[in-house]
């Protein structure tokens, strides 16, 4: 579908050879979500590798977008890798990095530990930002010591905490 402006009022019209031209003209960059949109678990969608050749044939900019945390965007490059799809780091936009450039831009101090609720991709693109990353899938096994009047012993040099998706969540991340 394609939405066009009629005198303040958006009308929506489906695409055909006659308009599809028009909306891919008056366009600079697409942003593609991956999961869903890209491909459906590990395999590509059908069309994805012909439209990404000719909107890149045309100098568009393209750029892939996923709240998915679990990847650094080197990992996800390697995914469409095996897709059969050239994509570079910088064409990739996820939220392991989106996080990371938050404590770059706050100006968190690479003294302070960053720990981590989530997967890889967090820990490699926070290690990659310049910071030591602590928790992840490393304390997936650990258990707290949920007795009263119990002491936990935490590390006072945390300075972020980020949570993502996480396999192995469990009361002693939480804690």
């Keep these: 579908m394609e939405i066009t402006s009629n005198g303040g009022d958006n009308v929506a019209q489906r695409l055909s050879l006659d308009n599809v031209r028009s909306l891919v003209d008056s366009v600079d960059a697409f942003l593609f979500d991956c999961d869903g949109v890209i491909w459906k678990a590990n395999e590509l969608i059908d069309g994805v590798a012909e439209t990404l050749t000719a909107l890149r044939s045309m100098g568009k900019k393209i750029m892939f977008v996923t709240n998915n945390s679990t990847k650094s965007r080197k990992q996800y490059s390697t995914k469409f890798l095996g897709l059969g799809l050239s994509v570079s780091e910088d064409e990739i936009f996820c939220s392991s990095f989106a996080a990371a450039m938050f404590l770059k831009v706050n100006k968190l101090s690479v003294d302070k530990n960053v720990y981590v609720i989530g997967e890889e991709g967090i820990l490699e693109e926070v290690e990659l930002a310049g910071y ?19 002491y936990f012993e935490h590390n006072k040099n945390v300075g972020a905490v980020i949570v993502g998706f996480d396999h192995y969540i469990n009361f002693y991340k939480l804690q």
């Design 132 to 150: 030591k990353c602590i928790g992840g899938p490393e304390d997936g096994k650990k258990l707290p010591d949920l007795r009263p009047n119990s």
